[in-house]
């Protein structure tokens, strides 16, 4: 370790994203990108944003994207908020909301970037178990005895387990808890849930994260953004602000906008994805493997006789690379991106093949 690091940084223990391997023939099922292009029109507008205008910087609010999000989610542009991926706007989210006096509270098993930012930032939390069957349990987050949080954050769908909680759960936590902000993380939704955006007029204390990493087939694009009370939404971008008044640039801006714009598109794109992963559900428990509920572009399966590590090493010798957790409660899962029919098809063959060696 260098010691010309802060203290800061000798505490941290940062995240580490899924791998990126560069091998031919490679079935990549293990960072839930889209197994589909993104939409033709995201793609046109971004060739025509690559102009001589790069010269320029790009509209720090990013306002063409924000009024487009408004009018997509029927609120105003005053309540939505910009950044370079979900992970950015979480992070000043973390920092500008999430910060109190009291504890921030998030599940066991969920995104494990949530610990990173705590830790980043000098954020106390608690760690709530999930329900043995990974659903989160409304109540373990409502106050009680005395105690409450000072902030909540969840994914839903949850990651990496794609459980969903109904919408009408998350009011109850959200209602529950008014003194507190409620992040809601809807990395995936698009894929099978309702989006809590529909409370957002409700509760001020309601702030929604979305990505266009997954449902909008752009991750290497890196556009997030949250939707929320505008005074939670001035505070995110106190924080940008005094961080870097320039998160988005002008080919980000545009697809980003045109994406939005493609309704259709969208719509049938996740339709497609929501097929295979029925398809995919179903194979995989005529192999005998337990595989949770999911709402996701992914699925979280585990198989009663055989190591969860195992599996993926042997998958991984035939160039299918699925995600495997070394973490309690969950290392003999594997966390399964949906992707193409026929890659879904080239996993179910080799795992046939490897339960039957």
């Known amino acids: 370790m260098s010691r010309f690091w802060s203290a800061v940084v000798h505490g941290l223990t940062p995240y580490v994203p899924g791998e990126q391997p560069k091998l031919d023939n490679l079935v990549k099922l293990n960072t839930n990108e889209h197994p589909y292009g993104p939409s033709p029109k995201a793609l046109e507008a971004i060739r025509h944003a690559?102009?001589?205008?790069?010269?320029?910087?790009?509209?720090?609010?990013?306002?063409?994207?924000?009024?487009?999000?408004?009018?997509?989610?029927?609120?105003?542009?005053?309540?939505?908020?910009?950044?370079?991926?979900?992970?950015?706007?979480?992070?000043h989210a973390f920092q500008a909301l999430l910060k109190h006096d009291g504890e921030l509270w998030f599940p066991d098993v969920t995104y494990s970037f949530y610990p990173v930012y705590c830790g980043l930032y000098g954020i106390a939390h608690r760690?709530?178990?999930?329900?043995?069957?990974?659903?989160l349990r409304v109540e373990d987050y409502l106050p009680r005895d005395g105690q409450r949080a000072g902030a909540i954050i969840f994914p839903n769908p949850n990651a990496p387990t794609g459980r969903l909680l109904p919408l009408e759960a998350v009011e109850r936590i959200v209602a529950g808890n008014p003194k507190a902000v409620v992040l809601v993380d809807e990395a995936y939704?698009?894929?099978?849930?309702?989006?809590?955006?529909?409370?957002?007029?409700?509760?001020?204390?309601?702030?929604?994260?979305?990505?266009?990493?997954?449902?909008?087939?752009?991750?290497?694009?890196?556009?997030?953004?949250?939707?929320?009370?505008?005074?939670?939404?001035?505070?995110?971008?106190?924080?940008?602000?005094?961080?870097?008044?320039?998160?988005?640039?002008?080919?980000?801006?545009?697809?980003?906008?045109?994406?939005?714009?493609?309704?259709?598109?969208?719509?049938?794109?996740?339709?497609?994805?929501?097929?295979?992963?029925?398809?995919?559900?179903?194979?995989m428990t005529a192999l005998g493997f337990e595989v949770l509920p999911s709402?996701?572009?992914?699925?979280?399966?585990?198989?009663?006789?055989?190591?969860?590590?195992?599996?993926?090493?042997?998958?991984?010798?035939?160039?299918?690379?699925?995600?495997?957790?070394?973490?309690?409660?969950?290392?003999?899962?594997?966390?399964?991106?949906?992707?193409?029919?026929?890659?879904?098809?080239a996993l179910v063959g080799a795992l046939r093949e490897i339960l039957a060696s």
């Open 50 to 91: 690559t102009s001589d205008a790069l010269r320029l910087y790009p509209d720090p609010n990013a306002d063409a994207l924000k009024a487009a999000l408004a009018q997509r989610h029927g609120v105003k542009p005053n309540q939505v908020f910009v950044g370079n991926g979900s992970d950015e706007v979480l992070a």
């Open 127 to 135: 760690v709530v178990p999930l329900a043995d069957d990974f659903t």
């Open 189 to 283: 939704v698009d894929f099978g849930g309702d989006s809590a955006i529909a409370l957002v007029d409700r509760y001020p204390n309601l702030l929604v994260v979305h990505t266009f990493s997954k449902s909008r087939s752009l991750a290497g694009l890196r556009v997030g953004f949250a939707i929320g009370h505008p005074d939670l939404i001035e505070g995110l971008e106190r924080v940008k602000n005094s961080f870097n008044s320039y998160p988005l640039d002008r080919l980000a801006i545009a697809g980003a906008v045109a994406s939005v714009e493609d309704e259709a598109f969208f719509q049938a794109s996740c339709r497609q994805v929501v097929a295979t992963r029925e398809q995919l559900v179903a194979q």
């Open 295 to 345: 709402a996701a572009n992914f699925i979280f399966a585990r198989h009663p006789g055989h190591d969860g590590a195992a599996l993926a090493a042997a998958l991984r010798q035939r160039a299918i690379i699925v995600r495997h957790f070394k973490l309690p409660r969950i290392d003999q899962f594997l966390r399964i991106t949906v992707g193409t029919n026929a890659q879904c098809d």
